[in-house]
């Protein structure tokens, strides 16, 4: 997908307020990006595609009704800013890397946002959510270890991976987790690993 149709595609989904305030994030990030490497350099040129559409897909895969979102190993504030951007949802951002909490807390406070930033790692977080997102952190059956204290009955992962391997399908059969996957908008062959109630 070329940029012109990420953001396009985006655009559909947001209106035209949503859309400057994520214009002025992605710029945000563009040049917070010569000081701290927020997003690989070579992602810049296909930021709508690569991390603004990237994210936004998920709001779509989201359960109706979710107020409460966490966001594991936010990093550059993908995908919780833009969930926060683009939803009714209480967000909270988890990063460890303190820089990174600190742009994001700034990014909070400029944009206005519904959401609130934690420099930890997930163990130290004790509140449960309806959605849990984490962009590439760690392994399914690790994040289940050191998150799956955050989530109830009905809580929704929206895990985006690459290309998912066949351990970790069997895993999720093996302990009976409700899940399917969904193929990604921003890459053809990436997948979102789609997981209920307690990872």
């Known amino acids: 997908m070329t ?13 035209a307020d949503t859309m400057a305030s994520i214009e002025r994030f992605l710029a945000m990030v563009t040049d917070e990006n010569d000081r701290q490497n927020l997003i690989a350099p070579s992602t810049i040129a296909t930021i709508w595609n690569r991390h603004a559409l990237d994210s936004a897909q998920l709001l ?15 990093g ?7 969930v926060a951007l683009m939803s009714d949802a209480h967000v909270t951002m988890v990063e460890p ?3 990174r909490a600190e742009f994001l807390a ?17 163990e130290a977080v004790e509140e449960r959510f309806d959605v849990i997102s984490a962009r590439a952190v760690a392994a399914v059956d690790k ?4 998150a799956g204290h955050c989530a109830h009955a009905a809580t929704r992962w929206l895990l985006p ?11 999720l059969v093996r302990k009976r987790r409700v899940f399917h996957v969904e193929q990604s908008v921003s890459d053809p062959a990436s997948s979102i690993l789609v997981v209920e109630g307690v990872l």
């Open 106 to 122: 700034h990014a909070v406070e400029v944009l206005g946002l519904d959401a609130v930033v934690h420099h930890s790692k997930i």
């Open 3 to 15: 940029e012109e149709e990420a953001r396009a595609w985006v655009a559909d989904k947001a209106g």
């Open 143 to 146: 994040l289940g270890a050191i």
């Open 60 to 74: 779509a895969l989201a359960p109706a009704g979710a107020v409460s979102w966490l966001d594991i190993g936010s």
């Open 76 to 82: 550059g504030g993908f995908p919780g800013v833009i």
């Open 97 to 99: 890397r303190r820089r």
């Open 161 to 171: 991976r690459g290309q998912l391997d066949e351990t970790t399908l069997s895993t």
